[in-house]
């Protein structure tokens, strides 16, 4: 399959490696947008959060329990969580991830 982060989950791609489990996958971002910036990714390929179904929500719910885990660890006492579902919202790598901002430059919100 043509996706990017299957590519890194394969390590076909390197990748500055956080945290990994046998479901998720946690690593910095290429381009990081605040101080610290990183991406956790189930490593069963789920397209984006629209695909999220009954059957494969304990990954997502397993998730949402490592990000403050690893925020802990990393010293985080403050950060924000996002997904971008679609195109229009700016998605760009079409293997659901979360991605998981902190630092100083967190005060512009839209929501
Ligand atoms: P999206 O725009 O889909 O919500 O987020 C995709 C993210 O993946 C972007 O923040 C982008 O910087 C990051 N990204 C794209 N290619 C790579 C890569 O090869 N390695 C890493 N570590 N991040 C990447
Ligand atoms: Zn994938």
């Known amino acids: 399959m043509d ?23 946690a690593f910095y971002d290429i381009a990081p947008q605040s101080d610290t910036h990183f991406l956790v990714v ?5 397209c984006c ?4 179904t009954a059957e494969n929500a304990d990954v997502v719910a397993h998730i949402f329990t490592v990000i403050p885990k690893l925020c802990k660890e990393l010293g985080l006492d403050s950060y924000r969580i ?5 195109a229009g919202a700016g998605q ?3 293997h659901l ?10 005060g512009e919100r839209l929501v």
């Open 3 to 25: 996706c990017l982060f299957c590519k890194i989950l394969a390590g076909e791609i390197p990748s500055k490696k956080i945290y990994e489990d046998n479901l998720c996958y």
């Open 42 to 46: 189930p490593k069963q390929h789920i």
């Open 49 to 52: 959060a629209a695909e999220i």
């Open 82 to 86: 996002i997904n971008n579902c679609g």
């Open 92 to 94: 760009t790598v079409l």
């Open 97 to 106: 991830h979360f991605h998981v901002l902190s630092g100083s430059n967190l």
